[in-house]
């Protein structure tokens, strides 16, 4: 297979072709064009089109959101995909590059439990509960704690060390299985980083977490979306959904434009929420990079992906609170490979009350784990099936623990696996928190080799997770930004 069909799956790879033209009207020419709208891509339309520029925002699914998804099923079901719990600091992103309103309706889980072999409790998920956890709980010394997390506060992002996750946890607490399965399972569900990713991606996003908790979108993503759309409507941004992007056409080091759906459309700049390999090697074609930039692009080691299990209560049914994040376990102890495991132990149980979807009376759960392309790409259509029964089983029986009797209450089974995040999103291999660390330099760096070429998908864990995809989306805008000023200047 050529890296460009590799890296780009058209549409006669099973979605049925649209017969209308969602292309039709779109301008010859715009100042920027946005592929995919992930929280990174609409965000970067957003900041664009608030500095006046012409922004025409593209995406492929019928679907605005990217991962940021939902999806109904008959019934009256409506299932968030990756609306599991994000750091406040989400909150003052989107008043800044959104609106109060979307901000307004951020707001945090009433409840975050653990449950696995080696410990048990329910917490805040606060740097506050955590040192009081570890220090009641894990009966460890108050300075050591204390020690764990002021050199989290001191984190920099200019002096990585190069130590892993692994060694910076063994430094504070040698020989702690217990300890470390407390800070890293968690940040596995939330950005599929392990042990041996560089501590300072760790710190960052943990650190995150700790400033006051676990926030979530009351309205559930279907209402986020919707009011993020209104909002780019608001900017001036045109908005296609439909739009399979094919090529990012590159002349003499330069963007030009991009071809979808058999047309041209002229443009300054380009931004690629697409995935990083699939922007640079298929969208746009190693050829047009230096050796040494392409070639480290194609070494770039991508993050595991997911599997889900969508349940969902039959109308009029309902469950008692229990809480609405649960990190369950039944694995004696941890190891971040585990987490992956086919035939997994572990899985993060996020449940939605009526409270997520007011007026909406109804009960969802999905459960999350994180998984290997490897393993279930090479099933059979056979094979594929039973297994998704075996994973929609195994989780009903492991949900039983925790709400007795709520087999019988739940309408709708559904599982998605690392095929369906790949088929849906056409990120490789299905990954669901885009490269591992070393992407970041290519994707931060991409301009330098192409002009008027941006990404900003997610990247190297920290530029990950809705936070980090949000935020990449408006570093990356002011830069793309910045390349249209200064464009202005020199035809002045
Ligand atoms: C199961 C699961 C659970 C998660 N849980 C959490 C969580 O609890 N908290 C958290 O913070 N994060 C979570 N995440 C991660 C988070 O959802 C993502 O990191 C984030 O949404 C990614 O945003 P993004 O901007 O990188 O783009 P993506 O969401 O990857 O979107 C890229 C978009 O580009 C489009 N596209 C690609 N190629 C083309 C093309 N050629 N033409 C047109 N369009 C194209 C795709 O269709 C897609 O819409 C989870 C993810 C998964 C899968």
């Known amino acids: 297979m050529s890296e460009q069909r590799k890296y780009y799956k058209g549409s006669s790879d099973g979605k049925a072709p649209s017969s209308a033209d969602p292309l039709e009207g779109v301008a010859e020419r715009y100042d920027a064009i946005v592929i995919g709208s992930g929280l990174g891509g609409m965000t970067a339309a957003n900041v664009l089109g608030k500095a006046g520029r012409r922004v025409l925002l593209v995406e492929q ?36 590059y959104w609106n109060s309103a ?13 449950d696995n072999p080696q410990f048990c409790f329910d917490t805040t998920f606060t740097a506050q509960d955590f040192a009081h956890k570890l220090e009641t709980v894990f009966g460890l010394e108050r300075a050591r704690i204390d020690a764990f997390f002021a050199e989290l506060r001191a984190t920099d992002f200019y002096g990585d060390s190069g130590e ?50 676990v926030y979530t979108f009351a309205g559930g993503t279907d209402q986020l979306v919707k009011a993020m759309k209104a909002e780019l409507e608001r900017q001036g941004v045109e908005l296609r959904n439909k739009v399979q992007v094919e090529k990012i056409r590159v002349e003499g080091g330069r963007v030009t434009g991009i071809e979808a759906h058999g047309r041209f459309i002229a443009c300054d700049a380009v931004v690629s929420n697409a995935s990083l390999k699939g922007t640079v090697l298929g969208l746009v074609g190693a050829e047009h990079f230096t050796p040494e930039f392409a070639a480290g692009v194609q070494s770039v080691r991508l993050n595991t992906s997911s599997c889900q299990v969508y349940l969902g209560l039959a109308k009029g049914e309902s469950i008692p609170f229990v809480t609405d994040l649960l990190f369950t376990s039944t694995r004696p102890t941890f190891t971040s490979e585990a987490l992956c495991d086919f035939d997994g132990e572990s899985r993060t149980f996020s449940f939605y009350y009526p409270k997520t979807r007011a007026g909406l009376d109804r009960y969802t759960i999905v459960s999350s ?7 279930w790409s090479k099933l059979s259509d056979a094979q594929y099936d039973a297994a998704k029964r075996r994973l929609i089983e195994t989780t009903l029986l492991e949900l039983e623990r925790y709400v007795p009797g709520v087999t019988h209450k739940i309408e709708h089974t559904e599982a998605a696996t690392p095929r369906t995040f790949q088929f849906y999103t056409q990120a490789p291999e299905g990954t669901s928190f885009g490269t591992k660390f070393e992407g970041l330099k290519y994707s931060m760096n991409i301009h330098d080799e192409i002009r008027g070429l941006f990404h900003a998908g997610s990247v190297g864990i920290i530029m990950s997770g809705w936070l980090g995809a949000a935020n990449y989306g408006v570093i990356v805008a002011n830069k793309c930004d910045a390349w249209l000023h200064a464009l202005l200047e020199v035809h002045a």
Not at 68 to 76: D, E, I, N, Q, V
Not at 182 to 188: F, R, W
């Open 61 to 96: 699914h019928y679907n605005f959101g990217g991962l940021a998804t939902w999806f109904k099923r008959r019934g009256g079901h409506v299932f968030d995909i990756s609306l599991h719990g994000f750091p406040i600091g989400m909150k003052k992103t989107c008043r800044k």
């Open 102 to 114: 979307i901000a307004d309706s951020i707001v945090q889980l009433d409840g975050v439990r653990f």
């Open 164 to 213: 892993t996750t692994a060694a910076f946890f063994e430094r504070h607490f040698p020989g702690r299985n217990d300890v470390h399965r407390l800070l890293m399972e968690p940040i596995s569900y939330a950005n599929g980083s392990t042990l041996d990713d560089p501590a300072l991606s760790y710190r960052i996003v943990f650190g995150n977490f700790m400033s006051q908790g």
């Open 369 to 375: 784990t994180n998984a290997r392309w490897e393993d």
